[in-house]
């Protein structure tokens, strides 16, 4: 490994990045992942991505919704413009190396690093003593759903961050442990306006599939309509847009709204304060629910067309789950031979 916790030349650059399939798919996901998945396998990047499954029953999923879920997050990626032909696609249950690197890497990872993961406090609460230890392992089978492909980047929201960095520590252990130099260095990759798509009722909070009112999120099945109605409801404050992007300080939803608008138009939150700098909101969040329905509507309709016939959808992942394994399969060998597992 070089110096300074740089990735090896020895390791081709490569994506891997995975939504889970619990409830259905939300700008959250669209602007905060997919379209940055879609940049990347545009800019020729060699490209993984994952409808992470065993992820979700960490927590009750209803066996029927969770094939439905599944194949909504597959059928977002594809209509988003990620080409199962560019990149690889699949589900994650269906390449079981996933599982069997995850068992490995629970060996490696500490007690006293899992104990530290912000995010499985917060979903435990104060209910730790009940949930599933699915859920405690959760990030050690994130890095080796990462690791398995030898993926040196992974485009995670900044609420991830922490666990590419865990994915970081079992690497660098797993390689000092064996005396090899095996496992890459994943950099996580964090970029672009909106980030973290908030709740259009309360811009202190994430947009959550799992909000208590629709209206809440904008769902990427949403129609027109729909899109217009949520945009147009969505809480503001009295005053307008500002004249610097400072004056969004301590204003979330505004703020928000900014975000949302500059994700979607491709440019910077300060551009589109510069742009509509003493605009009332009476202008701005209809101009924002037009762009937002201009861009999404699509979407939206190329992903019910491929809701209808599942056996579409079934087909593209079961033909990335086999290219998948063809690249999975020789590192996890590899990684039984490293540790000594006869085979």
């Known amino acids: 490994m070089s110096e300074g916790g740089q990735t090896s030349p020895a390791f081709t650059p490569r994506i891997f990045s995975g939504i889970k399939p619990s409830g259905g798919l939300t700008l959250g996901n669209y602007l905060g992942a997919i379209k940055k998945f879609v940049a990347a396998q545009d800019a020729g990047k060699d490209s993984i991505f994952c409808v992470v499954d065993l992820h979700a029953i960490t927590v009750w999923q ?63 609460g104060n209910n730790a003593e009940k949930v599933s ?37 079992i690497a660098a252990k797993f390689n000092h442990d064996y005396k090899v130099d095996f496992f890459p260095m994943t950099e996580p990759v964090i970029e672009g306006p909106a980030v973290r798509v908030m709740n259009l009722r309360d811009g202190s909070k994430k947009m959550s ?78 101009t924002l629910a037009d ?5 999404l509507a699509p979407i939206s309709e190329e992903m019910r067309r491929l809701m209808d016939d599942t056996a579409e959808i079934d087909k593209i992942l079961r033909l990335g789950a086999e290219r998948a394994r063809d690249i999975a399969s020789p590192i996890l060998k590899k990684t039984y031979e490293i540790v000594g597992l006869v085979r």
């Open 62 to 124: 209803d066996p029927k919704d969770l094939q439905v879920a599944t194949r909504e997050v597959a059928a977002g990626y594809i209509a988003s413009g990620i080409d199962p032909t560019k990149s690889i696609l699949f589900n994650q249950s269906q390449v079981p190396e996933h599982a069997e690197l995850g068992w490995i890497f629970n060996c490696v990872a500490r007690v006293g690093w899992m104990n530290r993961m912000t995010q499985f406090k917060d979903k435990a």
């Open 133 to 169: 230890l699915g859920l405690y392992a959760y990030p050690s089978l994130m890095a080796a759903d990462i690791l398995l492909y030898h993926a040196t980047h992974v485009p995670v929201g900044d609420d991830q961050k922490q666990h590419v960095e865990l994915t970081r520590d």
């Open 209 to 286: 599939k799992s909000g208590e009112s629709d209206m809440e999120r904008i769902n990427m099945l949403d129609d027109a309509d729909k899109i217009a109605k949520k945009f147009k409801k969505a809480k503001t404050d009295p005053d307008g847009i500002p004249e610097s992007i400072e004056g969004l300080d301590g204003r979330p939803e505004a703020r928000n709204l900014v975000n949302i608008y500059a994700a979607l138009s491709d440019q910077s939150a300060e551009a589109v304060v510069a742009e509509y700098a003493g605009a009332g909101w009476g202008k701005f969040k209809p």
């Open 291 to 295: 762009l937002a329905v201009d861009k």
